[in-house]
């Protein structure tokens, strides 16, 4: 099994910054892509960021030039830089993660860590 824990939401004013966390943890081979999503209120739950194996980076078209995902391998850690926060990044933020387990892919949630932005 594989665990993902998320750390750093919370609530911040609009122009300000948070940086997200998410470990993952359990039996892996290695970790394909980790993603960032994100759930407001009413809304469907929609891909913020995406950092893949390869090194390559993909962000919605709303977050672009404002978050930035980076990950630590050796950690197995993966990171939301979010600046410039705007009242309508608010929502529940949730890792996801791609793993290589005995030549297969899982894929697996974590928990969603809050992140309000007041105006």
């Known amino acids: 099994q594989v665990q993902l824990v998320e750390s750093g939401g919370g609530l911040v004013q609009a122009g300000g910054s948070l940086r997200l966390s998410c470990a993952a943890s359990?039996?892996?081979?290695?970790?394909?892509?980790m993603r960032w999503y994100r759930q407001a209120p009413g809304k469907q739950r929609e891909l913020v960021a995406t950092?893949?194996?390869?090194?390559?980076?993909i962000y919605a078209d709303s977050v672009k030039g404002r978050f930035t995902i980076s990950r630590d391998n050796a950690k197995n850690t993966v990171y939301l830089q979010m600046d410039s926060l705007k009242p309508e990044d608010t929502a529940v933020y949730y890792c996801y993660a791609v793993v290589l387990r005995v030549e297969l892919r899982y894929s697996y949630w974590g928990q969603g860590t809050q992140v309000t932005v007041s105006s």
């Open positions: 359990g039996s892996f081979f290695s970790i394909i892509d």
């Open positions: 950092s893949t194996n390869g090194g390559r980076t």
